[in-house]
């Protein structure tokens, strides 16, 4: 909560708005999710991850609720980690395909934070995955992926509804 306050404090010092990856604890249950603040510093929004992997489910709770948002004349949605990839072998008991959800919605971006692991068996499907759904939902992608200590299997960058990467970030390192 303490670091979330900062966080909202910096946001509203700079006159941005955020989108930050964390955990909340809410009337005994542990979610995933992202906090979207505002350029005032308060919390507009929340996105709990709805698709879990079987890590996740020994200890937090899945999201129920998908929202599009309104900011600044954009609309766009959020989702977690597996919520984009819903990995096969992650222990996903469905695709949801949340990006088509929410461009049906009007999204025109979807943000998504993760941690992919560096596994580079699965890069190809991360890449895959990130460049159909941006088409099928004729939307852009947001990725930003946490860092490891080797090269992440799913790029930070910008996915384009034509499938093509606007831009990307080298995949090791900050």
């Keep these: 909560d303490e670091l979330v306050d900062e966080i909202r404090s910096a946001v509203r010092q700079a006159g941005l708005i955020?989108?930050?990856?964390?955990?909340?604890?809410?009337?005994?249950?542990?979610?995933?999710?992202?906090?979207?603040?505002?350029?005032?510093?308060?919390?507009?929004?929340?996105?709990?991850?709805?698709?879990l992997a079987s890590v996740d489910r020994s200890w937090a709770t899945p999201g129920r609720s998908l929202n599009v948002y309104t900011k600044r004349g954009l609309k766009f949605g959020c989702l977690v980690c597996n919520d984009l990839w819903v990995v096969p072998l992650s222990g996903a008991e469905n695709d949801p395909r949340l990006t088509l959800k929410l461009a049906r919605r009007g999204a025109r971006v979807?943000?998504?934070?993760?941690?992919?692991?560096?596994?580079?068996r699965f890069r190809p499907m991360h890449e895959s995955n990130?460049?159909?759904?941006?088409?099928?939902?004729?939307?852009?992608?947001?990725?930003?992926?946490?860092?490891a200590p080797g090269a992440v299997n799913a790029a930070t960058g910008i996915m384009g509804p034509d499938g093509k990467w606007i831009i990307q970030c080298p995949r090791r390192g900050k």
Aim: net charge positive.
């Design 110 to 120: 979807v943000f998504c934070s993760s941690y992919s692991g560096s596994d580079q």
């Design 130 to 147: 990130v460049m159909l759904r941006a088409m099928e939902g004729r939307l852009f992608i947001v990725t930003v992926n946490a860092t």
């Design 18 to 51: 955020g989108i930050i990856g964390t955990c909340d604890k809410r009337r005994g249950r542990y979610y995933i999710e992202q906090v979207i603040i505002g350029r005032n510093g308060a919390v507009l929004g929340r996105h709990s991850k709805i698709a």
